[in-house]
Every structure is written in structure tokens, then in C-alpha cells.
């Protein structure tokens, strides 16, 4: 029973087409987040949400656009994919926003891939 | 210029040998963690650290916490092919909540 699932596991689109992925928790966490990890393994994050209120927004351009509907669902929906959007993106959760000693959970991530 | 540096970025070793990976800061972290990453997977939390100094081991892997709270290691003794992976550290700035994420080191231990 996965505890962060996301999906899809792979993207493979063309530039300018719009995407969605989609992330659950069944961990009962308040606040869950999306990382982008690039091609040099550095992640980042970009964007997290507390009890369905965003809290974190990394500069991130506004062709990225997080929602969630309720506090186990954080979807990532992306207008007009470039080049540079390829990437792996990850969702995670944790137990409340107070960074810290809190464990984040990864889900297993989503490969990008804009052609 | 990223927050949180870690050396080395690659690393290959014959299985039995110890290594030290560093992860390094001119900032101050209120908590330190550790993850290990598996191709095709996402980050796994080893460990956190929260006090200056503290050390805490976790069977053949021994982390501690600078005195300053600016920088960590992560050192394996007798390192086994089932530890390679990505080593992340990641970081809380001091009156932050965001994670900072370090630049990764790549491991592979030989058989």
C-alpha cells in the first residue's frame, strides 16, 4: 500500500501541450510538496501546500500551476511545456509544515519528457 | 551558487572499504537530514540531526551534526553494493521551514 503515489511514472510530450500529474497521500499528512529533481540530481522545491493553502512558492514560472482539492491530493498542472520542463518531478508529504524534525515521504516520481 | 555543497559528487569504491561524504554550508541549519535515493525512486529519510555536535549511527552509517550547525558527514565503514545510491543532505535554514536540498552524491560500491 504505497503511501505517496504519483502519477504518471513517465511524460513523454511535445512543447507547447499542456500536463497534468496527479499525487496522493494515504498518510493522513497536512502538508505536501512538489520537488523538481533535474538532470544533475539536484532537487528543489517548488511548490507546498498546508491543509489545502499554499504555502511555499518557489519562483516557479506561472505555467506551473499547483492544486489540491483536499489535504491528500496535491496535482501539478503545467501549461505550455518547454525544453527546460523536463525533468523528474516528485510529491512528497509530511506531518505538518514546521520543516525540521518532520519526515518527508517521497513518492517515486514522475519522468518528464518535452520533445 | 547552491546553499548546501557536498563532496565528493562521485564516488566508487571496492566493497569493505569505509568513506566519509560532507555536506557543507556558510548558513546555519536548525535540523539537518540525510536521504538515500534509488535509481527510479524517490528520496528515503536515513536520519535527522537537530543539535550541534550531535552524532547519531544507524548500523554501519554514522552521521554527525557540525558544532556551528553549518555543515554534516555521513561516513559508512565497510560499505556494502546494497549502499550505493544517491546521498542527499537537506537542511532547514534557521527561522525557515523550507527544505533546502545539498547537491547530491552519487555512490557505487563493487562487489
Known amino acids: 500500500d504505497t503511501a505517496v503515489s504519483q502519477t504518471p511514472k513517465y511524460l513523454v510530450t511535445q512543447m507547447g501541450n499542456d500536463k497534468s500529474i496527479k499525487c496522493e497521500q494515504n498518510l493522513g499528512h497536512d502538508t505536501m510538496y512538489w520537488y523538481k529533481q533535474d538532470s544533475k540530481k539536484f532537487l528543489k522545491i517548488m511548490f507546498s501546500y498546508n491543509n489545502k493553502e499554499l504555502i511555499i512558492n518557489e519562483t516557479v514560472p506561472n505555467r506551473f500551476s499547483p492544486k489540491s482539492p483536499d489535504k491528500a491530493h496535491l496535482n501539478l498542472h503545467i501549461n505550455s511545456l518547454e525544453l527546460g520542463d523536463s525533468a523528474v518531478y516528485f510529491c512528497?508529504?509530511?506531518?505538518?509544515?514546521?520543516?525540521?524534525?518532520?519526515?518527508?515521504?517521497f513518492g517515486a516520481g514522475t519522468r518528464l519528457s518535452v520533445l | 551558487t547552491q546553499l548546501l555543497e557536498q563532496s565528493p559528487q562521485f564516488l566508487s569504491i571496492q566493497e569493505g572499504e569505509n568513506l566519509t561524504v560532507y555536506c557543507n554550508s556558510s548558513?546555519?541549519?536548525?535540523?539537518l537530514q540525510w536521504y538515500r535515493q534509488e535509481p527510479g525512486e524517490g528520496p528515503v529519510l536515513l536520519v535527522t540531526?537537530?543539535?550541534?555536535?550531535e552524532v547519531k549511527k544507524l548500523k554501519r552509517l554514522t552521521f554527525q551534526f557540525g558544532d556551528a550547525r553549518k555543515d554534516s558527514s555521513l561516513h559508512i565503514t565497510a560499505a556494502q553494493p546494497g549502499d550505493t545510491g544517491l546521498y542527499l543532505c537537506a537542511g532547514v535554514r534557521t527561522g525557515t521551514y523550507k527544505y533546502i536540498f545539498g547537491t547530491g552524491t552519487r555512490l557505487k560500491v563493487l562487489a
Open positions: 540531526v537537530v543539535t550541534g555536535g
Open positions: 548558513s546555519v541549519f536548525s535540523s
Open positions: 512528497a508529504s509530511s506531518q505538518d509544515w514546521r520543516g525540521g524534525k518532520n519526515i518527508q515521504y
